[in-house]
């Protein structure tokens, strides 16, 4: 689904306010504790409560192998001042019960009112639409979380209807609110703001 250039651990994506890369195992434990805070785990599919460390570590591998084989992105979110540090994750997967890969985030709770995750999630559709030139993207929030909700229609989603989503990590189908977006929908986007082929909405070049 991704190109080579997004397959190298070197990749990564430089925005006003953060960088997005591949996560390492220096990550594990700002995600054992960022990720592992119930406010945050209990908005997302995937992440299991207690969070421990062994399973932090095997996301972790998981993902930077997923990132290398080209069958998914999964990116960390580090402030540019702190790029050694994590404030969330990003990332684009397949989705077998979607028309489209899903893109998912989550951002750890003292980062929160800031808007990182509308620029970090920005940059993901960028990159997917851009590098991968994909021809369609999926989201979904719960109905409970209106702000996960305003970072998909900022980044130019657009809400398709209300149904059950499996989530597994929180023992079964939740009721969502489903979004998409098309290439065309993305072009559309580019071509009102008046933006050129390597930067849109504050999203610097790929390194």
Known sequence: MFPDLTRDDVFRIETARLWLRWPCARDAEAIATLAGDPAVAG??????????????DAFVIRNRRENAEGRALVLALSLREAPQ?????????????AAGPHLGYWLGRPHWGRGLMRE???AMVEAYFAYARGAVLTSAALVENPASRRVLEGCGFTWQW??????????????????????????????GAGCGADVFDGIVRAA
Request: charged fraction near 25%; glycine fraction near 12%; charge should be positive.
């Open 43 to 56: 908005m997302t599919a995937a992440i299991p409560l207690p969070l421990d460390r062994g399973t932090v």
């Open 85 to 97: 540090g994590l404030v969330g994750l990003v990332a684009i997967a397949p989705d077998a019960e």
């Open 120 to 122: 970090a999630a920005g």
């Open 162 to 191: 209300r149904g059950e989503r499996p989530f597994p990590a929180r023992g079964g189908p939740r009721l969502c609110d489903l979004f998409r977006q098309d290439r065309a929908a993305w072009l559309a986007r580019r071509h």
